[in-house]
């Protein structure tokens, strides 16, 4: 079974541009989250998705936003980058509907760079 | 809003023990997790543990949860230069759906 797939896995971009990054779940899993990783902040809840449908949102500002598609899978936007929104970018899968039932699986990761 | 706290650093020597301490503020935590990730890569799920159990055993893994106190640790028996990589402790709140609270993680420096 694959395990969650993100893409692309290192890009470098400009402050000013904006940025699509995509998430794969494993087969069967209907919830993905996003996260940010940080030195500085740590890990940090972006948003969750279940069934197409935004169920979470952290404390980000409107230039974060997400989506997910009929087959799961999910992509996060982040528009205007600053600098500051280097970091590495985690996306968790989880077959979880309306409770937690344990088990979230992250993948990769996909690192920005922003100059 | 809720918080989890570990301790930044362990050091061991390879053959032994290591316990890596969490503590968490919220009493509505359903469940709780370690996450191991080694350099340049994603989060591995170690293991969980669900908020009405105190213990679960699997290999060398040992988590110990209390409740009362808030307070989680991961036992890692046998410990080889392998496991060194930081640790993360996190909770969820069922009420929050798939929202993971973080703590700052543990590097964990196995020695020859």
């Known amino acids: 079974k694959a395990g969650v797939t993100q893409t692309p896995r290192y890009l470098i971009k400009t402050r000013g541009q904006q940025v699509t990054l995509s998430c794969s779940p494993i087969?069967?899993?209907?919830?993905v989250s996003w996260y940010q990783q940080t030195p500085g902040q740590g890990l940090q809840f972006l948003f969750e998705?279940?069934?197409?449908?935004?169920?979470n949102k952290g404390n980000f500002p409107g230039r974060f936003s997400g989506r997910q598609f009929s087959n799961s899978r999910s992509e996060m936007n982040v528009s205007t980058l600053e600098l500051g929104d280097s970091a590495l970018y985690l996306c968790?899968?989880?077959?979880?509907?309306?409770?937690?039932?344990?088990?979230?699986?992250f993948g990769e990761g996909s690192r920005l760079t922003v100059l | 809003g809720e918080d989890v706290e570990q301790s930044l650093f362990l050091s061991v020597r390879e053959g032994d023990s290591s316990v890596i301490n969490c503590t968490y503020t919220?009493?509505?935590?359903?469940?709780l997790y370690w996450y191991k990730q080694e350099p340049g890569a994603g989060l591995q799920l170690l293991t969980y543990?669900?908020?009405?159990?105190d213990m679960k055993q699997d290999q060398r893994l040992t988590v110990l949860l209390n409740k009362k106190d808030k307070h989680l640790s991961l036992r890692i028996a046998d410990t080889q230069t392998g496991d060194s990589a930081i640790y993360f402790c996190?909770?969820?709140?069922?009420?929050?759906?798939?929202?993971?609270?973080f703590g700052g993680g543990t590097r964990l420096m196995v020695k020859p």
């Open positions: 998705y279940f069934s197409e449908t935004q169920r």
């Open positions: 087969s069967g899993h209907r919830s």
């Open positions: 996190a909770e969820i709140n069922n009420n929050a759906g798939n929202m993971l609270t």
């Open positions: 968790a899968s989880s077959s979880a509907g309306s409770a937690n039932t344990g088990e979230l699986f």
């Open positions: 543990i669900f908020s009405n159990m």
């Open positions: 919220d009493s509505s935590s359903t469940y």
